[in-house]
């Protein structure tokens, strides 16, 4: 299984981004599919996550901001960023996971977001 994202770059406060990340390879089903985050200094964390259902959950800081969606045809998902801060610079990663199949679990290359004062 490949994840390949796209789409980040630099981007002044108050702009919008999309994020997209392509999955191939053997895909199961369900499958939950995100969007990670890790700032320079700091841990990985959860920016948004959806469901092959579509049912999303979103981190406190982004929701409101950002969605996530995802094309199950194209095996890829999706992030909208918009009314971005400084704060949200990163290097943003997807995920393609098995909810119970714990070796079922995918990360891709990361790519860049930054967010301009």
């Known amino acids: 299984v490949q994840l390949q994202a796209f789409g980040g770059g630099l981007v002044q406060a108050g702009g919008s981004l999309r994020l997209s990340c392509v999955v191939s390879g053997r895909i199961f089903s369900p499958n939950v599919m995100g969007w990670y985050r890790q700032a320079p200094g700091k841990q990985r964390g959860l920016v948004a996550t959806?469901?092959?259902?579509?049912?999303?959950n979103y981190a406190s800081s982004v929701k409101g901001r950002f969605t996530i969606s995802r094309d199950n045809a194209k095996t890829t998902v999706y992030l909208q960023m918009n009314s971005l801060k400084p704060e949200d610079t990163a290097v943003y990663y997807c995920?393609?996971?098995?909810?119970?199949?714990?070796?079922?679990?995918?990360w891709g290359q990361g790519t860049l977001v930054t967010v301009s004062s």
């Open positions: 959806i469901t092959s259902d579509g049912i999303t």
């Open positions: 995920n393609a996971k098995h909810p119970y199949r714990a070796s079922w679990n995918y």
